[in-house]
């Protein structure tokens, strides 16, 4: 099954996030299918690929509890704009 999820990039104790479709049973920094955005907790910046996203969504991809929260932000961000 392919889950939309975070697979973590930066350096110690200053993590970075990229937001990607990929298979379930590969590993957590395992190759993507899809990078579809990036998130930094730390500065609170997101970007995200809504139409991709969707499109994953519509195929049958599952998000993470944490993606499907960035992906109502996004959305929010994106009604507000």
């Known amino acids: 099954m392919v889950r939309i999820r975070l697979k973590r990039v ?5 993590p970075h996030y990229r937001i ?5 049973r590969n590993r957590r920094d395992g190759s993507p ?3 579809l955005g990036y998130y930094n907790p730390r500065s609170k910046e997101l970007k995200l690929n809504l139409e991709a996203v969707k499109t994953w969504i519509n195929n049958g991809a599952q ?3 944490t993606v499907a929260s960035l992906i109502r932000k996004a959305e929010a961000a994106a009604v507000a704009s």
């Open 63 to 65: 998000p993470s509890e």
């Open 33 to 35: 299918i899809e990078e």
């Open 20 to 24: 990607v479709a990929t298979d379930q």
């Open 10 to 14: 930066g350096s110690k104790k200053a």
